[in-house]
């Protein structure tokens, strides 16, 4: 990459932070989840990590956040990795959902197999699935985002994670009912808690744009996590990130697609993460979310990246 | 009551259960409760307990079986029976729900309030409820239809509930997911282990049918429960019978409307409680059951008592 | 039926329209029903046939009013009565619906085949079935009606039929759903206008009244009906009664069955029949209705009387 | 492109069509559509045409075929072309269905508001939108395909359509639920003819693969549309795109967006229509359907194509 471009990279994201860091509160955070409410609401960082292995950041892109779902991508790309017995996807679907993210009727008209990862049933059971390749399903990905990262900061807000937990009631439903359905083999309450800790993960825009430039390279890590490696193969990469594109933004989805058109996952905790593939993956931060559970800045940010780069895949 | 009449119903009694009693196993037993399936399957017994304070009885009807879901009449009872503030009512509706019994489709569709007190869903709110009146719901559900029957006799199988316990990932969910909408107010394990509980009370068709003719006289206990005192008013009891017609079959109220005419709950024991209002209570028991989950050989029974005595309120 | 007796019936129903009659107007009317916003609010009428062969009525009682649904109760016992080859039942359940009464999602989920035929959906294959067995459906209902009731008054309102023809497209989807499904056979608009059309059939509550006492005697007509014969067998009766408590009221069938007691089904023009074995009928007549499409001051007297008359079943 | 390109892109098709043209039945036709089951089941075609205005084809490639869903695209831009009061998407959603093509369910709990314009309901309301923008939909979208192909070709199977209107049972359906919501303002059984007429034009891999580039073009037509022209703005376009990509191929567009990579979108007819941005438009056509719907040769096809291309997007 030429100093010109990376240049205007910078100079991208700085402009992108003058033009949609929030002068106040905007939208509005979970009030299920205490500890995010107490996130300074105009907070604002972004970060761009390059297949070339550069990365540009601006804002408040070195202060950790709450990654919530965004551990989904992780947490799926880690089964997957571990997948020998290929059996994941017996036991969930890859298809949108087309309803709320936590929404019990699908799984009961469809037997207790969750139609994604991405909703909250499906990535129950990509836990379920961690905790029996290897146990400390929560461990697992926490050393794996490290290790993605090339970075020791990513860690897991333990206090939020308890506060989280005592507000599970959904997702003991949820786990409950995937049990009676035989699809979580694992103690019920100990998938729910590492679930919760997964969610639970503090990074920082920079570190999680480093952790997800596989995505964006057909596997292959970056050069921040050390000797060269596969996270995982080019098909298993294409896969998430088809997946990532049609159920990764809740309910908001084909919106996504269409405002950025790039696959991406959001989280509850403000936070979107975006792949652009053969280019480089994109983290936003900002706490103040829309109707649907997205950050609103963290949005309207991407639309414009995407846009100025002319990133989109359509 | 006359020795002529006498004599006819105890005839008639005898003659259902030669007419009814299976030769052998007939429809189905609950594969999620084990303990059931070790009943033997030509157990046939039937009980009448009429207003006027005399009961008899036939077959099987002293030999002790899972009363299950018949002990929602008596929680729902003791419930609204204690219920000073009137609020039991705000927490769980009184409509048919036309669902199988334990959807929780109902329940999202309709913010966590349950249709009726004898689906799962409103029986866990209902345990709920005794819970927070006076504790230990099973135990003062246990005193309930042991007082009701006069009979020290009544008592909690706690095998059989450990048993159900443990495969109870359904009612989990179920209990977790009312919680969520701020509908079950005590622990949530602790209310399943408590519904559960009063499930696996052991009654025979003669106790049973004692307990239940309070429900057949405005509310009034037998003279078998000491000195006579009212278990509600003839309003509540109303209430209650209502309820029974309209719900107490789960997905086939409707046709033991027609057949029988009477208000009655099923148990997956295999029990049925009938009650013919003014007249007196009729209990039987057979352990196969049909598709709906009601106990073949006892609803065959209930229709030609019905019939033959001219009780159906049609 | 003694004069005291007689008297009192009288003075009772007198009672109930000072009691009930409506000061203005009070509930609301169905918007989607133009003619019926027009009725005059304070109307009240109310009428009890007996099984003896006595009239009472008070009130507005003898004027003709739009019998909308209730007319379902009137083609559905034509359709049995002339259903020799015994198929009705196969296309239409009688269990409680548990849903709004022209929902298309059991529909959808139970394969085209309705709850019950006093929702929408049933009473339109009951329609189908009326037109298969002889056509012109509409006019075999009147002249049931008619026959029923011994009067040549009952008519339809062509003028209020072609009205809601119009705003039909919740029933012409329905039936076309139903169509698809194969449960549906005549042509599809055909089966919509004569559904329309014996919905609009107006009658006073005095010859609704005499036209229901074959409910409350075994399928017995009453002497107003000509030479005695008989609309139904007592089988058959029983089961129009067992389903018109379970599904009778649309979503407040079983607060109106601990309310009333009874036996009964409401109609969006405000009139509501309740049936009495053994005893009689009473038709009850006010258009202000509730949230759940029930007439408001008709749902309370009928409450008053069956508690002075001591007739509730329950 | 030079020749050798252009002799690989040839090639490779001819290559595609030895692979995957079927020796026999595979899959199956629609049952409701009584003409697609009288195609030759061993039919194959595929053509690319590119936005530098190459065209390259090989097996049936100038067979017409029942284009039957693909017409979904064609109609939607067209509406939105017209769409100059921007009303279009407040009558339509954009999001993922997860769930079959044609229920009723979600159109009952959003209200009459189709999650997207390719479900049925959804092409109705997009139907309704040209009927009343300028007339005669039908007969705007055929001139729309000629017109974008460059082609006389493309017409109307008048048989074929009158065939599907007779069993169209489940369209008027959802047109009359759609109406009763307010959401469909021509006359229903029209808008049903016309949907159902501009799902029966027949048209060649060929030529759809030629109207299809705008699709990859940012709106632009290419060189056999006459003089240059836009069909629709870039950004419409990239709207468009995205909505294939999520909602293209019914229930399983997580699949092929993980398989082929590429907005597509599907008939039952068949034929698959997939847009390369800034590559071209790909038309394959074999007309055995899988379990969802799509064709297997042809979405096998598909994918190959795009990954001997590398032109996924993921």
Known sequence: MTTAVATGMQELLEELVVAHRPRGPVGSVPASIPHLGRVEPTSFGIAVATVGGDVYAAGDSDVPFSIQSISKVFSLALALRQDSANTLWRRVL?????????????LEAESGIPRNPFINAGALVVTDVLQEQRGDARGQVLAFVQALSGSSEPAIDGAAAAGELERSSRNLALANFLADFGNLRCDVRQVVEHYVGHCSITMSCRDLARAGTFLADGGRVGPWA????????????????????TCGLYDAAGEFAYRVGLPGKSGVGGGIMAVAPGRGTVCVWSPGLDAKGNSVAGAAALADLSSHLGWSVF
């Open 226 to 245: 050390g000797e060269p490696w596969s996270a995982l193969t080019a098909e298993q990469t294409r896969r998430i990130n088809s997946i990532m594109l």
């Open 94 to 106: 890859r298809e949108p959902s087309g309803t709320a993210f936590n929404s019990l009727v699908q």
